[in-house]
Each structure stands twice: as structure tokens, then as C-alpha cells.
């Protein structure tokens, strides 16, 4: 049988979690993965750029729309408001040969539409549970995540660089994340953008905050000019020294034997 899989990639903003998304994707992808759908959590929708695909509107500007009809009474009393925001996402998800993605991009006044919000988490939830694997790139801190995809997440990756800022930032977020009681099965610790140095030494110091360092990704020549030229990270030569470091940290985490 297989089993379903929710991976969310957090962490400071800039540490590299789009990077980091991409390049899981990448491994999957490459390992014969199907059937992935890669969420783009983060309002400024950069995923989209990073793996070369196009999109067109976003999840929030579908929900700004309903927003809209809702308040002049423009919803005909035929379809509920959730047939029609799942018309609406299902009308903005992207479909490629490799994988399948959705940008949440951003909606305005989220407090005061608390049903719509609801409905959105339980209908991406739907969604997500037609795909053996999702993965979700998010935005930095972690207060949106329950309003928007209130999904379970299996495997919660936190992004930070060799930084003590960044290691306070992934203890945060673990607060924020058991606070608003998002039901993780594991969460690690990912060190990026590692220039050269001890790798003990950061492995110790995860350890005393309560992590485990699952992976180390070095400072990539290759990431950075693909990001300059804006080619695709799904392109890059699968000798790349981060690619190789992703590739490692997704087989400690079992995701290319057991699951598919
Ligand atoms: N391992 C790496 N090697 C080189 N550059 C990197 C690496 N990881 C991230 N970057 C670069 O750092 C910047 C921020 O990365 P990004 O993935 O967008 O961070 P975030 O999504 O956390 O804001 C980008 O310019 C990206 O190309
Ligand atoms: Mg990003």
C-alpha cells in the first residue's frame, strides 16, 4: 500500500527553504516519484519561479473573488461556497508531467472570513490526500500555517543557516507549531548554505535545543547561478554539491525506499 506523505519546509526567511523544497522534489522526481503535488505556502510564490513553472492566478486570488461575491450576495443559491472555492482551486492547480502545484499566494483580510478559511484548509486537505507525497514550501514563521492547510504533517523540516539567529528561529517555530497544535509525526532540523567548518560542533549545539541536524547542505556554486539566470532547480546537474547533500538527507529520511 502506499502511504501518503506531507512534508512542510519552514525556517527563517532566506535560509533556503524554496531551495531546499526544490531540490526534495528534485530527488523524488528523479528517483521515479509520481504522483507529487508541491504546495507553495508562502505569499511571496516563488516556488513556481525556482522550478520553472508557469501559473496563472493564485489560491488567495480565488478566495478574494469568493470574498467579493459573498459580500454583494452573488452566490446563487444552487452552489454551496465550497463547490465553488473547489472549483476555483481545483481551476488554479498546475499540472506538469512530473509533478502537480498549487500556490496559495496571498488573500486579503484573512481574520474576518473565518468560514472561508475553513473551508479552504479542509478542501487543500482533500486535495493533498490524492497525492502520495505533498510537499509544502512555507512562509516564514509559522502563525498562517493553521489557517490555511490544517492538514497533518508528517515530516516537518525546519531550514536555518549556521547562524544562532537561525537556530532561535527553528525553536520558535516549534513552539508556534505545538501552540496551534499541528500534529507533526517527526520534525528535523536542516543546516543550509554551510560554508566549511565543524560540523559537529552545529550537530552539538541542534542537539541541545532538542534537534536532530538530518542534513547539511553545502554552499553551491551551481544553486546560485541557476538562481541568477532563473533556471529551473529541477535542471541542475545531479553532481551539484547540494543536490548530492539533498539526495543523502532524503534517503536518512526514508522517503526513496518504503513509501513508493
Ligand atoms: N545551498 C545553497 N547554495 C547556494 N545558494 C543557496 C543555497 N540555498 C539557498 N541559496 C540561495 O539563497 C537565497 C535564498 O534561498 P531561498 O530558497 O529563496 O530561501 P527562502 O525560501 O528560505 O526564503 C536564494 O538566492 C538561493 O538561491
Ligand atoms: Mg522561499
Redesign the pocket.
Same mark, same amino acid.
Not at 525556517?11 to 526544490?22: D, E, M, N, S, V
Not at 547542505?217 to 546560485?224: C, F, H, T
Given at each position: 500500500m502506499v502511504q501518503k506523505i506531507v512534508i512542510s #519546509?519552514s525556517?527563517?526567511?532566506? $535560509?533556503?527553504?524554496?531551495?531546499? $523544497?526544490?531540490l526534495i522534489l528534485k530527488s523524488l522526481i528523479e528517483r521515479g516519484s509520481k504522483c507529487i503535488l508541491a504546495v507553495d505556502a508562502?505569499p511571496?510564490t516563488?516556488?513556481p519561479d525556482?522550478l520553472g513553472v508557469r501559473i496563472g492566478r493564485t489560491v488567495g486570488m480565488v478566495v478574494d473573488e469568493l470574498k467579493r461575491k459573498v459580500d454583494r450576495g452573488k452566490i446563487p443559491p444552487t452552489v454551496t461556497r465550497k463547490e465553488l472555492l473547489e472549483g476555483g482551486i481545483n481551476s488554479v492547480l498546475v499540472e506538469t508531467d512530473r509533478f502537480d502545484l498549487l500556490a496559495m499566494g496571498r488573500s486579503e483580510g484573512e481574520g474576518c472570513y473565518c468560514s472561508v478559511n475553513y473551508l479552504l484548509a479542509s478542501i487543500i486537505d482533500s486535495i493533498s490526500r490524492n497525492y502520495d507525497l505533498t510537499i509544502m514550501?512555507m512562509e516564514?514563521g509559522l502563525e498562517h500555517l493553521s489557517r490555511r492547510t490544517d492538514r497533518d504533517v508528517d515530516v516537518m523540516l525546519i #531550514?536555518t543557516d549556521a547562524s544562532k539567529m537561525g537556530f532561535q528561529t527553528a525553536s520558535r517555530i516549534r513552539e508556534v507549531a505545538e501552540k496551534v497544535h499541528i500534529d507533526f509525526k517527526s520534525m528535523f532540523l536542516v543546516l543550509?548554505?554551510?560554508k566549511s567548518g565543524n560540523e559537529e560542533y552545529w550537530r552539538r549545539i541542534a542537539e541541545e535545543i532538542g534537534f536532530e541536524l538530518i542534513g547539511i547542505?553545502? #554552499?553551491?556554486? &551551481? #544553486?546560485?547561478y541557476? &538562481?541568477?539566470v532563473g533556471r529551473s532547480l529541477l535542471e541542475l546537474p545531479g553532481d551539484s554539491?547540494?543536490y548530492l547533500?539533498v539526495v543523502k538527507m532524503v534517503e536518512r529520511l526514508g522517503l526513496l525506499n518504503n513509501h513508493f
Open positions: #519546509v525556517g527563517k526567511g532566506g $535560509t533556503g527553504k524554496t531551495t531546499i $523544497t526544490a508562502d511571496a516563488n516556488l525556482v514550501d516564514a #531550514v543550509n548554505q554551510f547542505i553545502p #554552499v553551491d556554486p &551551481n #544553486v546560485e541557476y &538562481n541568477l554539491p547540494a547533500s
